[in-house]
């Protein structure tokens, strides 16, 4: 499988398949293929449904297979962002943000992932569930506004306001850290808890969560009054 990123704010991956190659999305995640391209709907099981349910994204995905000959087929992202391939491998597993998940090679397995302590389920802005990504082929993922990338070494930290962690690697760990000082709380504005990732491993961060967006825009958007 060959792929292209195209359309800058508005992205789009852009995948050519050999005969026989086969890609899955989420259902609806499909925006244009060649004609050759056969859909199936598949479930893959009661626990993986379950997970799906659990981490907000559709019970069912959609396989895509070439039949006949190369086929092509397009993923377009939901929101004004970017787009992000990922390289997963039995070394290489990554924990995205839930409904990140745009589409993948066969070889990729999608699950839920709980948080394992409480206090980034509750404050992190993450919540409890998010995604894994494990096996072996490409995924992928859909951020929020531009994506920014860094490389943790062993023990090394970044603290991250609410919502902009979108992935990180399956190496890293992810806590709660309280902002300081009475007079930061009140009057900061960055709330009562940032996010602290620690490493080693990859970090992306997105620079527009759409919670953020819709705070921003809210105060502009008329409100209907109910008439008597």
Known sequence: MKYEIK?????????????GETMITEGGGMSWM????????IGGGMSKILGRMFSGEKIFQNKYTAEGGNGEIAFASSFP?????????????????KSAFLASTTGVDLSVFFQKKLGSGFFGGEGFIMQKLSGNGIAFIEIDGSAVEYELAPGQQIVVDTGHVVMISGSCSMDVQTVKGAKNILFGGEGLFNTVVTGPGKVVLQTIPTVKLAEAIAPYIPTQSSSN
Request: one cysteine or more; hydrophobic letters at 40%; proline letters at 8%.
């Open 81 to 97: 962002g970017d787009i992000l391939a990922l390289e997963v491998s039995p070394n290489n597993d990554y924990i995205v943000q």
């Open 7 to 19: 359309g800058g704010s508005f992205p789009v991956a852009v995948c050519q398949l050999d005969a």
């Open 34 to 41: 060649s004609p050759n391209m056969k859909m199936d709907t």
